[in-house]
């Protein structure tokens, strides 16, 4: 099932992605090895998928790297990771990544964290943000055509917000997988509206000319209610600047 999954995956995601946000994909095969001798010998069928290797390392990795022990989050060394502005950029444009694929080519990767999103470096010494690791991922072709995302059907429909994607914030917040990740000033138990995270969601992708504008569902959406005042002050301050950008 998972090489199923990462081979359709892969199969499904057009060459202008690969080698970009993702790595090359060269093709999939099963073979037969052979193992054992005489009365002993077998036949088993082995799965391979050949990608580009990319010369970097995990988020994860990273993180790893800035533990000064297991016990976690007070022995991580953050001066022991690169700049908070960088990892915002790499966060940020690994959600734009992994949107992108589920938006244009139809596959959800499934399994958004820091142990799937790897950082090489361009020739240009900026940062190539590559995700990897597609055996949860669903590829909408071979669903049901009617779920299939609308950036497969009109190329010309532009993805959702990220800010709409990851409203409130919770994915960025103290206790998500990013925990290692993100600002260590976003690191507060009492920051249950994420007030953070918000603030970042909103500044990096409010009125940005590549995403849709934001819902009349996500404005109405009840639920913003009950998740404090930073919540609602967003939701406010964004529905204020929509007709503006969008006057433009
Ligand atoms: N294309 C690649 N280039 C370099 N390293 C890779 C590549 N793909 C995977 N890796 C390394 O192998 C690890 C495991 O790969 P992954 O696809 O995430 O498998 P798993 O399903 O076991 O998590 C990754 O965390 C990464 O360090
Ligand atoms: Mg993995």
Redesign the pocket.
Do not use: A, K, Q, S
């Given at each position: 099932m998972?090489y199923g999954r990462?081979a359709a995956a892969y199969q499904a995601i057009p060459l202008r992605f690969q080698g970009d946000i993702v790595?090359r994909y060269f093709g999939s095969w099963t073979f037969s090895l052979q193992s054992g001798r005489g009365a002993s010998a077998r036949k088993r069928p082995v799965r391979m998928i050949l990608?580009?290797?990319?010369?970097?390392?995990?988020i994860?990795?990273k993180i790893a790297r800035a533990m000064r022990s297991a016990k976690w989050p007070d022995s991580l060394d953050f001066s022991a990771l690169p700049p908070e502005k960088e990892r915002l950029e790499i966060l940020g444009r690994a959600v734009e990544a992994e949107l992108a694929l589920s938006w244009y080519a139809g596959v959800v990767h499934n399994?958004f964290a820091p142990?799937?999103i790897?950082v090489a470096r361009n020739a240009d010494d900026r940062p190539r943000v590559?995700l990897?690791?597609?055996?949860?991922a669903r590829v909408a072709r071979y669903m049901n055509p009617a779920r299939q995302p609308p950036g497969t059907r009109d190329p010309t429909a532009l993805p959702i917000s990220p800010i709409e994607r990851h409203w409130p914030g919770y994915d960025f917040t103290s206790r998500c997988e990013f925990a290692g990740w993100i600002p260590m000033s976003w690191h507060d138990n009492n920051d249950v509206s994420n007030a953070r995270a918000l603030e970042w969601l909103v500044a990096r992708w409010k009125g940005s000319p590549k995403y849709q504008p934001l819902s009349d569902e996500f404005f109405e959406d009840e639920t913003n209610e009950v998740l404090g005042e930073n919540v609602q002050r967003y939701v406010a301050l964004l529905k204020a600047e929509q007709a503006q950008y969008h006057k433009k």
């Open positions: 998972d990462e790595p990608l580009e290797l990319i010369h970097g390392e995990t994860l990795d399994d142990r799937n790897m590559v990897i690791d597609f055996n949860l």
